[in-house]
């Protein structure tokens, strides 16, 4: 069996605010070896139940967070920031299921370190469904006809995950307090608690269904404010929605989707508050 793990860094065990995910901050060392280790949790119960080959994505930020000397050597690394399709780079239809490890749940929403991309997404939307990173991601595996075995990460990334895949498998490894302050397992807890849940999901497997994404699906991302949408309206097959900060646009498939909203945050990044 083949396994793809998009490894994330918010709902990393016992990270509970930005000082451990921003690399100019001082936690944020603290944090890559946490988050490394949650990794190897996951990877290390995979080839224990039967993977003969396991690629993990870096998907946080600029994507070189995962240590690699410390990673389980029998793991192939997906690391460094440009990357066509981001958090689910290398996917394809060659894998038996993906794992979502360091999820958070989607912006506006309850829960540690909320957020869709960057601070300026308000919510996005294919079709009439909003959804987050989580849910984005999982429609581009479920494009390749690829299951989401399981997502772990803080228990609202879990509870969304629930919501939006039938029969998923979740693993909580810390409780959102606040934003920004969380009740969370001692990391060796933490840890084996993937793995028995990574273990659970392979078990598991037959009984979820790729998350199919809707054929020509409409992407609407909702910014924080007009310059923003502005900024991300002005790529070709982009409009703004009339008195909204709303920005829609027509892909011919989910994977044009996917890219669409990777330049549309990258325009709106650069708009300015005053």
């Known amino acids: ?54 690629v993990v994505n870096d998907s946080h930020s600029k994507m070189n967070n ?12 997906i690391t460094g920031g440009v990357k066509a399709f981001s ?24 829960g540690v370190m909320s957020h869709a991309m960057i601070f300026g997404v308000r919510s996005m939307w ?14 581009v595996a ?5 299951p989401v075995l399981m997502v772990a990460g803080d228990d609202c990334a879990c509870r969304e995950a629930e919501a939006l895949i039938p029969n998923v498998v979740t693993a909580a490894v810390k409780e959102s307090i606040t934003r920004s ?24 497997r037959r009984n979820v269904e790729p998350l199919v994404p ?3 699906p409409l992407l609407r991302i909702e910014f924080t404010n007009y310059g923003e949408a ?19 646009f027509q892909a011919k498939d989910i994977l044009e989707a996917y890219r669409a909203m990777l330049v549309m945050v990258e325009l709106a990044m650069q708009a300015k508050f005053c």
């Open 142 to 146: 479920g494009h390749f006809g690829v």
């Open 181 to 204: 302050a969380v009740k969370t397992l001692h990391p060796k807890k933490a840890q084996d608690l993937l793995a028995r849940q990574t273990a659970a999901a392979i078990e598991n």
């Open 66 to 77: 995962l240590i690699a000397e410390d990673l389980h050597e029998d793991a192939q690394l």
């Open 230 to 248: 502005e900024l991300a309206a002005m790529m070709p097959g982009c409009e703004i929605e009339d008195g909204t900060t709303i920005v829609r």
């Open 126 to 139: 294919i079709n009439e469904t909003e959804i987050g990173e989580l849910g984005l991601n999982a429609y």
């Open 87 to 110: 958090m689910v780079e290398g996917l394809d239809a060659s894998y038996d299921g993906a794992f979502f490890a360091g999820y958070h749940a989607r912006a506006g929403q309850k």
């Open 1 to 54: 069996m083949k396994f793809y793990l998009s490894m994330d860094m918010e709902g990393v065990t016992a990270l509970p605010d930005y000082t451990y995910v921003d690399s100019a901050e001082h936690n944020y060392e603290r944090g890559r070896r946490l988050m490394t280790k949650d990794a190897n949790a996951v990877i290390s119960s995979a080839f224990d139940h039967g993977a003969q080959e396991f």
């Open 214 to 216: 809707p054929e020509k």
